[in-house]
Structures are given as structure tokens and as C-alpha cells.
């Protein structure tokens, strides 16, 4: 009986002994993947694109939504009636200042001045004559064998003979203008709209119009800055010339230049804007009149502005804000106060300063106190 509880008791010991080696193989081994699952901190640390804040001096735009207009915008309509003989260049062509657009038949016309031309020199003729006479009779009216009365019919005749010649004169002149005006010129560049007088229609004096012309260059861009910007726009003109840029829609570079050129002289109460115009070079002819354009006036230059690329603004329920690589290469999150902009960049007002590390890239993937590896660009 003492035995049996002797190998009892030694079987207990010896089945607690192996328990304990187990847990204490079991022990290790936990322990050994948890130091390999503990992760090494520099490889957590997000790579990030970094960009070194810096002072840059940018110009200050006020922009705006406009319209084009044209400087000048005619009706072509005829001086003289008669039949359309020829259109010389076809509808929408661009044409030069003096170019021939339009012949009316000048038949009648012409005719008219030879009339003038003929009635002139019949009547020179007769001043000749008048004249010859005039002469005959000074003589004899000294010799006394011409009395007074006769002496003075003479010389009346021959003052109407100049008259007549005179007026036969500016009858040819007349005649002239009119066959001048059966050839309708272009009065200055521009480009010819859709013709309305086909060859063969009678055309009058005041009747309906032959076509339009219109002046693409330059042309007239037209906006309405508001009365705030107005002090803006007047303080900058006294200092000189206001360079103008204008923007089709979808372009983000500008292609057509111009100044600022006219400020109208009241304010419209119902709206408190005003009439502004710039004028712009459109050597492409690609402005046309009535488009909607817009135009960006350059009104100062804002000399150190720390710059930021867009890329690196956040959004949130506070504001605007980046991410600046602080103490420990760390995310550091800063609200910031936006200025304007200057093509991918954007001035900050406040929240950074110059010489700072801004993350631009990789925005979603990290946060306030982030661990991140800049990479310099």
C-alpha cells in the first residue's frame, strides 16, 4: 500500500515536470513571434513628397468674366441707286482698309459727267466770246462810240458766262463723287459679314444695307468690377498703365494681351459695378465680337509671398490647412490663410514661414504627428 501511493506520488512529480517544460517552451516561443511581429518604427514612417517653403515675388490680379466688342461695326450701304454689278470678295473674308467690295453699275452715272463735262466747255465757250465782246466794247466805250448801257450788258453778260462756267464746274465734281460711290471700299481692316444685296438687286440711297463690317483688330473687352475693386483699379492706374490679360474658356495661359484703356464716370446704383474696357491686341483674329471671355488685370506686385503648392492644401471643418515635416520628422498639421495665386503655387498669409518643409503629396495616408520620410523635390 506504501508503495503504491510512493509511485503515485512519483508519477505526479514527473507529469508537473513536463507541464512546466512545456510552458515554458511554449513561453519562449510566444515570446520569440512577438519580438518578430514588433515592427521597426523607421520602416512605418509614410514616404512623402517635401517642398521647401520661399519668398517669391507675385503679381496681384483682380479677375473677371467679360465680353468682347468691336471698335468699330458699319453698316455698308449705298451712296447712289443702281443694279449690283459685282461683290468682289465673298462673305467672311478679312479685308484691308481700301479694298473693293462692292461695284454698282456707274453706266448711268458716267453719263452724267460726260452731260457735266459737255454743258462746261459750251460754256466756256461762251465766256470767251463774252470776254472778246466785253473787250470790243471797253474800246469803243472810250472812243464814245459805245454808249454806257450797252458797255455795262457786256459786262454783265460776261460775269454770267463765269458763273455758269463755275457752276458747270461743280456739277462735274458732283458727277465725279457720284461714279465714285458706284465702287464701295472697305473704310478700314476688319471682316465682311454675310451680303444681303445679291448681283442684279436695285440698291437706293438710305435703303437696306449691303453687308456689315466690323473691326476685329483691336477689340474692345468689356467687364464690371464691383465698387470695392474700383479704389483698386483707379489707385493702380495713377501709377501707370494696367496690363490686361485675356482667357478663352478652358485656356490657363493667356493669349491675348491689351491694357486697360477706359473707366466709365458713374456707378450703376441698381448694381453698384461700373463699366470697365480694356482694349487687346487680336492680331489671330480668334476674338470674336460678343464673346465671353476673361480678363485678369494686373494691378500690383505683392514682393515676398511664401509660397506653397496647391497639391499640398488640406480641407476640413476648421479650414485650409498643410502639413509641415516638424521635430522627429513628424506630421505637423498647420491652418493656414490663403492669398492669391500664382499658377500651381498659392501665397500663405499665415501659418507657415520661409524655410519650412510643406508635404505636397500623400495627404490621405497620414495625419497629425504622422511619422513620415520626406523626399525632397
Same mark, same amino acid.
Given at each position: ?113 460726260? @452731260? !457735266?463735262? *459737255?454743258?462746261?466747255?459750251? =460754256?466756256? #465757250? &461762251?465766256?470767251?466770246? +463774252?470776254?472778246? /465782246? $466785253? ?24 460775269? @454770267? !458766262?463765269? *458763273?455758269?462756267?463755275?457752276? =458747270?464746274? #461743280? &456739277?462735274?465734281?458732283? +458727277?465725279?463723287? /457720284? $461714279? ?25 440711297? !438710305?435703303? *437696306? ?169
Amino acid at each position: 500500500m506504501r508503495s503504491w501511493k510512493i509511485a503515485l506520488a512519483a508519477t505526479a512529480i514527473a507529469v508537473a515536470a513536463i507541464g512546466f517544460v512545456a510552458l515554458r517552451r511554449g513561453e519562449m516561443q510566444v515570446g520569440s513571434a512577438a519580438g518578430a511581429a514588433t515592427p521597426n518604427p523607421a520602416a512605418m514612417a509614410m514616404p512623402v513628397p517635401v517642398t521647401t517653403i520661399v519668398k517669391k515675388a507675385i503679381p496681384i490680379y483682380l479677375d473677371y468674366s467679360a465680353r468682347t466688342e468691336s471698335i468699330r461695326n458699319i453698316s455698308l450701304q449705298a451712296k447712289v441707286s443702281g443694279y449690283i454689278k459685282a461683290q468682289h470678295v465673298a462673305d467672311g473674308t478679312d479685308v484691308k482698309e481700301g479694298d473693293l467690295l462692292y461695284t454698282i453699275d456707274p453706266r448711268d452715272l458716267q453719263a452724267a459727267l460726260d @452731260q !457735266a463735262k *459737255a454743258q462746261a466747255q459750251r =460754256d466756256a #465757250a &461762251a465766256l470767251d466770246y +463774252a470776254h472778246s /465782246n $466785253l473787250e470790243r466794247g471797253s474800246t469803243l466805250a472810250k472812243s464814245g462810240y459805245l454808249a454806257k448801257d450797252s458797255f455795262d450788258q457786256r459786262a454783265s453778260t460776261a460775269g @454770267q !458766262a463765269e *458763273a455758269a462756267l463755275a457752276m =458747270d464746274q #461743280a &456739277a462735274i465734281r458732283t +458727277a465725279e463723287l /457720284n $461714279l465714285s460711290y458706284t465702287e464701295i471700299r472697305a473704310p478700314f481692316a476688319g471682316r465682311l459679314g454675310r451680303n444681303q444685296a445679291p448681283v442684279g438687286a436695285l440698291v437706293s440711297i !438710305a435703303g *437696306a444695307p449691303l453687308n456689315t463690317l466690323v473691326q476685329l483688330d483691336p477689340i474692345y473687352v468689356t467687364f464690371n468690377p464691383s465698387e470695392s475693386d474700383l479704389a483698386e483699379i483707379q489707385k493702380a492706374r495713377a501709377a501707370g498703365k494696367i496690363a490686361a490679360d485675356v482667357l478663352l474658356p478652358g485656356e490657363t495661359q493667356a493669349r491675348h494681351q491689351g491694357e486697360l484703356t477706359f473707366i466709365d464716370n458713374a456707378v450703376d446704383r441698381s448694381t453698384g459695378t461700373i463699366v470697365v474696357r480694356a482694349t487687346i491686341d487680336n492680331s489671330d483674329l480668334s476674338l470674336l465680337p460678343g464673346q465671353y471671355v476673361r480678363i485678369r488685370l494686373a494691378i500690383r506686385t505683392e514682393p515676398d509671398a511664401l509660397m506653397v503648392p496647391q497639391t499640398a492644401l488640406g480641407s476640413s471643418q476648421l479650414g485650409k490647412y498643410v502639413y509641415v515635416v516638424g521635430e522627429g520628422n513628424k506630421a505637423d498639421q498647420r491652418l493656414v490663410s490663403l492669398g492669391p495665386s500664382d499658377g500651381a503655387l498659392v501665397a500663405v498669409l499665415k501659418g507657415v514661414s520661409e524655410g519650412e518643409r510643406v508635404i505636397n503629396g500623400n495627404l490621405q495616408k497620414i495625419g497629425p504627428g504622422a511619422l513620415v520620410q520626406p523626399q525632397l523635390q
